[in-house]
């Protein structure tokens, strides 16, 4: 993405650039996932399924997950959501 930005001649543009590190194991997949609402077993079978995330493509799909009226992540509402965002 850097790349393109710098072709476009727009990394200029902003002020802080930031590398968002992928997550590559489940327990850090898990370690996020525990900051919100949910039973462990449930937080435990998404991160289970979700070995290799960005951190930024995981608090999003939480983010698409809980503005559905969902205020916990559940195995299946939080698929519905990775679903929708892997075909957008």
Do not use: W
């Not at 960005?54 to 698409?64: A, G, P």
């Amino acid at each position: 993405m850097a790349n393109i930005l710098n072709e476009l001649e727009v990394i200029s543009s902003f002020n802080v650039k930031l590398t968002v590190p992928t997550l590559n194991s489940t327990t850090e997949v898990e370690c996020i996932l525990n900051r919100f609402n949910g039973e462990q077993n449930e937080k435990k079978r998404i991160s289970e399924d979700l070995s290799y995330i960005s951190i930024k493509q995981l608090l999003l799909i939480i983010d698409m997950t809980l503005q559905k009226g969902n205020d916990v992540l559940t195995y299946e509402n939080f698929y519905e959501a990775h679903k929708f965002f892997l075909n957008r």
